[in-house]
């Protein structure tokens, strides 16, 4: 008996240095690539409910260092604190999940789209942005009523029939909000905190728009800011620990109850009878039972979160990454892989190549709904900028038709059609969401 005691513990001794030492190979990895510039922000690795990792590497914009408590945008991840709040009120028995949009936003023009259309993405319902591009005054910015009107106003075309397929489309989360506040009786901003922030002990967590002198801040409205006070699925600052304060709340079951909670993890079957991917404010992106990830995921130009729930086994692996965001998928593969005792690749410089002058001229026009977004070259380099927006943006390329912008971790694609004639421009590999290529009619 003695024996298998040494033993047992010998055999434990040896897995934890294991373990001690690829923690060990990930802080030097880490401060190598904080280093190269390819990351600044915070990583949190949690195993079995207990936090075995949590480290904060390179500086902020203005040279300060990270700290695990400096608040960072969380982007879309927001939408995973929409989708808990309207749970929440769905388990007190004050809406349904089945309640029609229009029954809180009655100048919504689509019918048959419910709530769990939204949560999971399958309402059919366009996203907006064109719209508001095109017509709401640059000037101003907008609110969530500004919204409904203009949609109520110009009727766009839905994508589908709800259910019937899934289609992203974050200006619907928009619209959650306005539920909550209606149901609640309290400002959307308010109910976040008192039912989900504070409970959770989430210290560092807040909406921007909550803090003070913000509007002076951002100035003037412009293209690029006419979203700056819509809530629901982003305007959110958290830290890595703070999202893991989150994960506790919900796997000890202080904000919401595990079986309601289900119904955020289960992805929709459409109406082909396939299963779905997107659950309520994520996805499901490993379905084996009793090895389920479920994943918040949050992608901007100045920031990029992936906040990975091993929802069975209590595991969570958390990456806050702030600047460099071009570099943030194969950081985070590499974070993971190291952590999962797999083999790992760091992340390369991105390419640059380079394009003949009968490409760029080529590539050169208007894009999207009216030719609203516009590339244009100068200096053998290709630029974008939609109407009324006060600057361009280099796209960079990285192939004859592949893109990318600085600061992005998403890569862009110039679509053509048979004849090699330019049909659009949009996300690599998703032509159903390009922006196509505007001819003026004569």
Do not use: C
């Not at 209606?182 to 967590?205: C, D, R, W």
């Not at 059609?417 to 659009?424: A, K, P, S």
């Amino acid at each position: 008996m003695k024996y298998l005691l040494t033993l047992s513990l010998a055999i434990a001794l040896f897995f934890n240095a294991q373990a001690q030492q690829n923690l060990k190979t990930l802080d030097s990895v880490l401060t190598f690539l904080s280093s190269e510039q390819m990351f600044h922000g915070q990583v949190l690795i949690a195993e079995n409910g207990k936090t075995i990792f949590s480290k904060a590497y390179g500086r902020q914009r203005h040279g300060e260092a990270y700290l695990t408590t400096t608040p960072i945008h969380i982007q879309s991840v927001a939408k995973g604190i929409t989708a808990i709040s309207i749970l929440q009120l769905n388990a007190e028995g004050k809406l349904s999940l089945l309640d029609p949009i229009a029954l809180y936003h009655p100048s919504i023009p689509y019918k048959g789209v419910n709530l769990r259309h939204i949560l999971n993405h399958t309402s059919g319902m366009p996203r907006f942005f064109e719209l508001i591009f095109k017509e709401w005054p640059h000037d101003r910015f907008l609110t969530v009523n500004d919204m409904v009107h203009l949609v109520a106003q110009y009727r766009p075309d839905p994508q589908g029939a709800p259910g019937a397929h899934e289609n992203y489309n974050q200006t619907a989360y928009l619209l959650l909000p306005g539920v909550v506040e209606k149901v609640a009786g309290q400002e959307f901003s308010h109910y976040v905190k008192q039912h989900i922030l504070e409970p959770s002990g989430m210290e560092n967590t807040h909406f921007v728009t909550d803090v003070p002198g913000y509007k002076e801040r951002i100035g003037a409205a412009h293209l690029d800011n006419l979203f700056a006070f819509m809530l629901g699925e982003g305007n959110m600052v958290s830290t890595a620990e703070d999202l893991f304060k989150f994960d506790r709340a919900l796997a000890q079951e202080k904000i919401l109850e595990a079986a309601i909670q289900e119904l955020a993890y289960t992805p929709v079957i459409l109406a082909s009878g396939e299963k779905g991917r997107y659950g309520f404010g994520g996805s499901l992106v490993g379905d084996k039972p009793g090895n389920r990830v479920f994943q918040y995921l949050g992608q901007g130009v100045e920031s990029h979160v992936i906040f990975s729930r091993y929802i069975d086994t209590d595991d969570v692996l958390i990456v806050v990454h702030d600047r460099s965001v071009e570099y943030a998928v194969p950081v985070y593969k590499a974070i993971r892989n190291i952590w999962k005792k797999r083999p790992f690749e760091l992340p390369q410089p991105r390419v640059e190549h380079r394009l003949s002058t009968n490409l760029i001229n080529k590539y050169v026009g208007d894009y999207g709904d009216n030719g609203f977004m516009h590339i244009t070259t100068e200096g053998g380099k290709l630029f974008i900028q939609p109407d009324g927006n006060p600057g361009k943006m280099e796209i960079v390329p990285s192939s004859d038709t592949t893109f990318y912008f600085r600061d992005q971790a998403v890569d862009w694609q110039i679509y053509l059609n048979e004849q090699g004639e330019v049909i659009g421009f949009g996300p690599l590999g998703q032509k159903e969401f390009m922006m196509k290529r505007f001819r003026q009619q004569n």
